[in-house]
């Protein structure tokens, strides 16, 4: 199956070994990341998350 990252927009090509490929094939609306745009928002949220340093 033929996917499209929602974020980059790069082309990729699932198997049914793929851990998104059964909610792709039962909604082919749903949201796909790749690999990498879904490492990049996980280490975005972490960032944000952290406790700010206190300035002093």
Do not use: W
């Amino acid at each position: 199956m033929e996917v499209r990252c929602a974020l980059c927009g790069k082309k990729e090509i699932i198997t049914d070994a793929h851990k998104d490929y059964e909610k792709l094939e039962k909604n082919p609306n749903s949201t796909y990341f790749c690999d990498l745009c879904l490492a990049k928002l996980q280490y975005d949220a972490l960032e944000y998350n952290k406790p700010k340093k206190p300035i002093g």
